[in-house]
């Protein structure tokens, strides 16, 4: 106790701000890890409806390794079709241009529309199950120290954090601080609005005048997810850099009723009142994006928002999809943003403490990537807080969160500053309007394989080794690029002929995953080249002693922190499961011999997805295979010959805290 | 109150005795219905491990409609492959055949293998989303009265029993009656084997000592889903007729630590000392049938069952797997049984009490079925019965559960008869064994359709309209058979362009589909064919009226027990919502149009399942198309071209109350 006569003090290892999609991500980790972990949120309760929808592919393979994927994809809206209308040569909307991603293929996972609310619920169902970690709703933080002297030491606790429990009234109002009145159609759409300032401050002053609870909390590690307002980043003195535009836009969740027969197709209408954005959801909902306000140039005075309403957003959508009629009974959510591209400079402090999501950049919401960004960040930052916490990998990996994630932020931006015009260039006479859609197009197809998530673009680092030379791609696995995600296929276990997608088998369980692309085990030649790489990994060669020993467990989860998992070329009625070195389908006294663990890239004729070219997708030559590491977030870390153990052992010893060996310093 | 002083009287419409997969699936329809009902279970816990684990394709398309399959599919095990393990010509144990269903690609989902605990909780989960209905555990019935003089008067409630309330104490004895120490590895495994005597009657003498709250309940319909010694069908004084054979099997859920190669794949091992069933399960479990004793042939001494207990078994599996290496440590769950076919003359008492499942069929476990054929019969029954119950359908459907069930569950005794004895005729001898896998494969072959549930072989009746003249096949939809499954396709949404599987469209809800099979609207004649159709649907012809008001709604649910879907089969770029008549895709004033009511045969190229070939599957001319009506359990009912509407309102008039007509006389 101090000098509040209700402050208690406690430890924990890492605190998250927070409790959005990028919060609860982060905390998923720590739940899977083991990590002594708290996350707060100053709202009561947790978002039900409205906000964040889109679900990029990339995101979706994720959720699949966490586990959580069968329940998105159960109630979810799958988007692989697009529609752009405008004016045709008498003024009334056509189709002027239809799309289909060209990418559709190379993720099982379409792109689907969902909720936010519900996929925070399913990551938290996740973390439930895995751990003791509860979110402390109606809790704010109040004050930060980080004792920078105390980074060398990795038992120390150099961030305080004092937080604060609200009351239930301060946190309702923290949820939705305009609604007095529940008995309105729609939820109040300002809340969490970029137009709206932010009530943090607010609140904690009513908190102290009622001297509530706090508690100081010292930290190893902080995790600020806590929006574009961020406490956290402002704690810090990181600023947001960029510049707003002066459009103002309304965003509306309703049931259509309409005869405009696109309203169930993601597109865009356009005509000379202004661009429409489209998003067909799940419940029969409809989200549209609508230009409302130009922001008068040059003034400083704060936008009027008392002027937004969802009349006032009916009647724009009616303009512009004129001659079609349009009007809703039901509103679920609606709420205005301020359209703007800012991005913070750094998104960590001494690697101490990170930021993640809407707290480092913010972004017009029509791109449908803000949650995929925020959560994949926590993805990102994560696991690699999670494993230095646990003591299993080098302090040194954090230092890879800011150039992994800031020049995907710096993409992210580029691809709003991009695409965002397109929708108030008010160019929008029937002659240009073909010019226009077909511009949309080409900036979707600029963008869609860094929007979809199917490239990362994550440079050289410790967790990224590049092939030497400066060869961009390995000659070996010509698709198993260094720092690019691992691209799924659908393979047949062994010993039980089952199909299963490799994202499903990567579990998202803080493990490195050794693969083993054993290529076709009949030749006599390749055979014995996986049993010498057998016997290298049992520690009979260039690795002194098991590689599965030679690193730091994961406390209470994995004696080790590497996975293996062999997958080889062979038909699958060739091979048997005994065929390959125990070293890769280990035997447990009590568990048996690991099924799980040795793959066949073959077809077995009842899959249509499971259709044996998995090497192929992986540029891999099916004879010879190939050695890979896959890092916990199912990136690409190294890859290599069956042959190269020592050199992808280096690469490990530079990642994972050797087995016994005292904590590194930082 | 009545004689004892602790005796409550109430009444409900439907009472549901057992609480297993069967009692479960039958208050899942209660729930969709909006139906009264009460559903009792003696047991004081949910059954958590072993038990039946056997799910084929028609149950699993049955839990899509039901909307629970992606949980199944999550957690389940994909049987796709088995393997027939004999002595070769050395003696060794070789694969003398292996299998792979031909059927595989006859249904979308494989068969699989899941705990029957799990499938129960999917079940009670719907269930409550449904309604308020809860398991009222720890409940046995103590009498049964069936007053036939008030058959004739549905309001009437002619059913009383009198239920008693167990303590915790004879609720867990219920629910394990041998085991006392729960610090065994297993539970004891004789608890619900055929080898043990009923516990019923045991519960009541005991709970009647204790003067227990008792309760009167009048019900205007009962079902007993209450397993092979079922208490309902005792009361009835209906018996199981067959016989039982002289052969003791156990069964066994292991984690196996063997070097037999196929251990994680389903199949049989036979040599010498006899045959073993090998079913691979989730969570690394394997499951073992293994023959263990036979019985002296005309005893008519009890079966000693203190000799069999695990070691024996392992015993017996290390002498059959033999030269393989045969052990386990953990030991989920085991039970022991005695081979036998009985089957209940009737299913029913008057149409007002109804007995599913176990009740009425029991047979050896060996063939994977009992579960599935218990879920089909209260599925079957269960929407009779709530319909009936809810004032929308005639009571003369209820007539139908028993010839439609009991044909089934005769061919059931017939397949275990055929396929039980391979397991024990001991012609192991090499010579000998091909042709003893060879027949496996056969009789695996010959009953394949009916196993797997592809086809239901239910006759004629008001339920099943089949073609005049005779024809088994109505020649405008060759594949749609009246009294047959509807064979699940993928399709495209015409509005929306994503794609579903027909089993998800086709929702479990009571209410019965009236599938327009539109054709190619491209074609002018074609399309004024369905604006007639339309036409009269609407009312405005041959039928008086709105086909969609004709009909007494299902309270609560639906203003109609109708729902109109309409599948064509034109290009879907080629097509739009609108055109198709209003009555397909009806406006609501706050909901919108229906946009989940049109679909399109076309494949978009990005789903690898829905192939544009629905109606090849179906059987119908793409351009012409077809009419048909699709029961509430998704078998065909009748099927017509599109002019045929009188003959289809004929159909519907023989099931369905009209709309604002006094209920019918029984």
């Known amino acids: 106790m101090n000098e509040e006569n209700n402050t208690s003090e406690s430890h924990t290892d890492v605190l998250i701000v927070g409790a959005g999609p990028s919060g609860l991500m982060t905390a998923y980790w720590m739940a899977r890890c083991g990590v002594r972990a708290r996350i707060i949120d100053k709202r009561g309760t947790k978002v039900m409806n409205g906000h964040a929808d889109g679900l990029r592919m990339r995101t979706l393979e994720l959720f699949d390794s966490m586990g959580i994927q069968h329940r998105v994809s159960h109630e979810g809206f799958v988007t692989a079709y697009a529609a752009f209308w405008a004016p045709g040569e008498d003024g009334i909307p056509i189709r002027q241009n239809t799309y289909t991603s060209a990418k559709i293929n190379e993720s099982p996972l379409n792109n689907m529309l969902l909720s936010q609310g519900r996929i925070e619920q399913f990551i938290l169902d996740s973390i439930q199950e895995h751990s003791d970690i509860q979110v402390e709703r109606g809790v704010i933080a109040e004050s930060l120290e980080y004792d920078e002297q105390q980074d060398g030491n990795l038992e120390a606790y150099p961030i305080t954090v004092k937080l604060r429990t609200l009351s239930d009234e301060e946190a309702s109002l923290a949820t939705d601080p305009e609604n007095k009145s529940k008995s309105q159609v729609a939820r109040n759409g300002l809340y969490r609005s970029n137009l709206t300032a932010d009530d943090w401050d607010d609140l904690i002053h009513r908190s102290k005048a009622r001297q509530a609870k706090t508690e100081i909390v010292k930290a190893k590690y902080l995790i600020g997810c806590d929006g574009a307002h961020s406490w956290t980043r402002k704690q810090l003195n990181i600023p947001l850099e960029g510049s707003s535009t002066d459009h103002i836009w309304g965003v509306i969740d309703i049931i259509p009723i309409t005869n405009f027969p696109d309203i169930r197709r993601l597109g865009t209408v356009t005509n000379a009142s202004g661009t429409i954005l489209v998003i067909p959801r799940e419940r029969n909902l409809v989200r549209l994006y609508v230009p409302v306000q130009v922001v008068e140039a040059g003034t400083t005075r704060r936008f009027d928002r008392s002027t937004i309403t969802p009349e006032m957003i009916r009647t724009r959508v009616r303009e512009i999809l004129t001659p079609y009629t349009f009007d809703f009974q039901i509103c679920d959510w609606w709420t205005a943003y301020q359209v703007g591209q ?46 230095v916490a646990a003591g299993v990998a080098h302090p040194s990996i954090l230092s890879t969160y800011h150039p992994e994630r800031h020049r995907l932020a710096e993409m992210l931006l580029d691809y709003d500053r991009h695409w965002s015009p397109l929708f108030t260039e008010m160019k929008s006479e029937a002659a240009e309007s073909p010019d226009k859609t077909q511009t949309m197009i080409k900036v979707t197809e600029l963008f869609e394989d860094f929007a979809d998530g199917l490239k990362a673009f994550y440079g050289a680092s410790s967790l990224v080794w590049k092939p030497e030379g400066g060869e961009e791609v390995p000659a070996v696995a010509r698709c198993l690029i260094p720092g690019e995600r691992f691209p799924p296929a659908k393979l047949r276990n062994q010993a039980e002929g089952g199909t299963h997608w490799t994202m499903r088998l990567m579990k998202s369980d803080g493990r490195f995953r050794v693969v083993i692309l054993a290529g076709d085990m009949r030749k006599y030649e390749q055979k014995q080249r996986v049993h010498t790489l057998g016997h290298l990994l049992a520690g009979h060669g260039a690795v002194n002693g ?12 994995f004696d080790s922190p590497l996975d293996l998992m062999t997958i080889h070329s062979a038909p699958w009625a060739q091979a048997e499961f005994f065929d390959f070195p125990d070293i890769l ?19 077995p004729g009842w899959d249509r997805y499971c259709d044996g070219r998995a090497y192929e997708t992986w540029g891999v030559d ?3 295979g190939a050695l890979v590491v896959i890092r916990p977030d199912q990136y690409i870390g190294w890859v290599g010959e069956l042959e190269n153990v020592d050199q992808m052992v280096r690469y490990l010893d530079g990642v994972l805290v050797r087995a016994g060996n005292a904590r590194p310093k930082l």
């Open 342 to 387: 800012r991005i913070a400079p750094t998104f960590t402090k001494g690697n101490r403490i990170f930021l993640a999501g809407d707290a480092v950049h913010t972004h017009s919401p029509k791109v449908g990537l803000g949650m995929n960004m925020s959560m994949q960040d926590s993805f990102n930052v994560g696991w690699k807080v999670a494993l």
């Open 546 to 557: 098991s590689l599965m020993r030679r690193y730091a467990p994961i406390p209470g989860r």
């Open 585 to 603: 389908r280990p035997l447990d006294p009590v568990m048996g011999w690991a099924y799980g663990k040795i793959w066949c890239d073959d077809a």
């Open 622 to 624: 099916r004879t010879r």
